[in-house]
């Protein structure tokens, strides 16, 4: 295994993630490559940006290894305004709303995004796109779920049943979770 923290050459690496790795968390460094303000399916407004993986230190698995991550894209949600449940559409739950708005400005800080001292959260400064950060990636453990039946569809869920291993407890498998650390400072 190559002792270069910065770039891991793709010969020492199997491939990309897969739901039953996991590895302890890790800074890497990620391209903004979307970014748009939407309103999600609950009601609330969000950014919804999507990054991909340019520059990664090695990555040791549990049970399989090094493996290489770069070209992942990963997507990020951060809800600007939530809708109060049980409300008319654009009732906001301000409690809720002005802890995420807290994370906002501080991300835009770090990312170094110019904005006003009052942003106008219906309308955020989008500005993220084609920027580079340091990020820091983590195996999120979540359980395995059935897909969604068309008749659990039509009575409204969201998401299908846990399935369940011989052992009788939820199949746990890892998605990869992120967060914004700051603007990337060096070069790739």
Known sequence: MSNNNTIVPR?????????????????CQARCIEEEFKKSGKGNMMIERTWEIVKQPPIETDNFGAIDIIGK????????????DGEEEGTW???????S?????QEL????????????FAN???????????IKVNCKPENKRAPLTDDEKKAGKKQGADLIGEDGKPIEVYRL????????QGQL
């Open 73 to 84: 894209e990963m997507k990020q949600y951060s809800v600007c305004l939530y809708q109060k």
């Open 124 to 134: 955020p400064p989008i500005g993220c796109k084609g920027i580079i950060a340091d």
């Open 11 to 27: 010969s020492e690496t199997t491939t990309g993630f897969r739901e039953n790795m996991f590895f302890a968390p890790v800074t």
């Open 101 to 105: 708005q807290g994370a906002i400005y």
């Open 177 to 184: 979770n992120m967060y914004v650390l700051g603007l990337y």
């Open 109 to 120: 800080d770090s990312l170094q995004i110019p904005h006003d001292e009052a942003i106008d």
């Open 93 to 99: 739950d301000m409690v809720k709303s002005r802890k």
